[in-house]
């Protein structure tokens, strides 16, 4: 089991930011995500990979695959207090799902 | 309302690792806290501020502050497969509980 998050890399946003929106990610994708698979997860450790894409319509593209395959997945929009104009699409969690469903998705991304 | 992460800087983690020792934190202390303090957090838009310790020991001592305030924490310890050590203590996650809590012991933290 595992959980991914996919930062925007294009937005040259700092790390302290890079780690708020990943946090963001993780925990609205892991409330979504029906109890039983919660918890596996959580018992195999909460696994979590992070990785990058450089343009928002990949983001879009991910989401879109990952609502097909039925894995819940939380969109991140910042609210553009820093860094980022409001509304800008910043990361994307995916899952946590079983390992093989999660790389079927993301398996071509590399590490942030 | 808001939620503390904080970061060993001295370990000189890549960002893509601080950005998942970061949603550890931010997760597993947000499990702890009771679920009316969630829900607010929530309904306020979860706010997360992520801030940065030179020391393990800096860590620690928030820790301790943070459970005499009877503030939910999370001590993030790394599997060590990557980068840093096994056991290694890399991150810290405070609350989500009203900002003034928050600020009474973390308010002279720098950002990350």
Redesign the interface.
Known sequence: MKQA?I?RNDLKM???????Q??????SA?EKTPLATKNKWKIE??K?????TNTEKELIDLLKTAQMKNIKCAMIKD?GHTQVEPGTITALGIGPDEDRKIDEIVGNLK??
């Open positions: 998050i930062i700092g790390r302290g930011k890079i780690a708020a990943a946090s963001h990610a993780s925990l892991y450790g909460q979590k990979i992070v990785l990058k609210a590490l942030l």
